[in-house]
Structure formats: C-alpha cells, structure tokens
C-alpha cells in the first residue's frame, strides 16, 4: 500500500513494451519491483542482464514475480 506506479500517466492498458534505459530514467530507485517476468532468483535475473542489479529494488531483494 502507498505505492506509486511509475507510468500511472500512460495511456495505454496492459503491458507497457519498454527498454531498459526507459526504466532506469523512471524507476532506478523504486524500492520495489513486481512482475520480473519469470525469474524466481535474482543472480537468475542479474545473469540475464547484468544491469538489472543496479536497480535499487533489486540491490534490496524486493523484487517479485507472478510466477515465482
């Protein structure tokens, strides 16, 4: 509770298609990170794109999946 959405603002329903430079501009230092596709580990995570660690929920092990 008390989260905010970093593209609350966007048009669009669904998935939002996005890269990595897009996220890092918006949410580098979201504290927490739902839907990270179907990683149940973060070295898995990491291991599939190295920058993905430089996120700060990450680095705080907040990071979760649906399917996890």
Known sequence: AGARYPW??????????????????????ARLWVNADDFTRLPALATAEPRHAR???FQLGNVFSYTA
Not at 11 to 20: K, M, P
């Open 8 to 29: 609350a603002s966007a048009a669009q329903s669904g998935n939002l298609a996005l890269s990595l430079e897009e996220v890092f501009a918006r949410a580098s230092q």
């Open 55 to 57: 996120i700060q929920a």
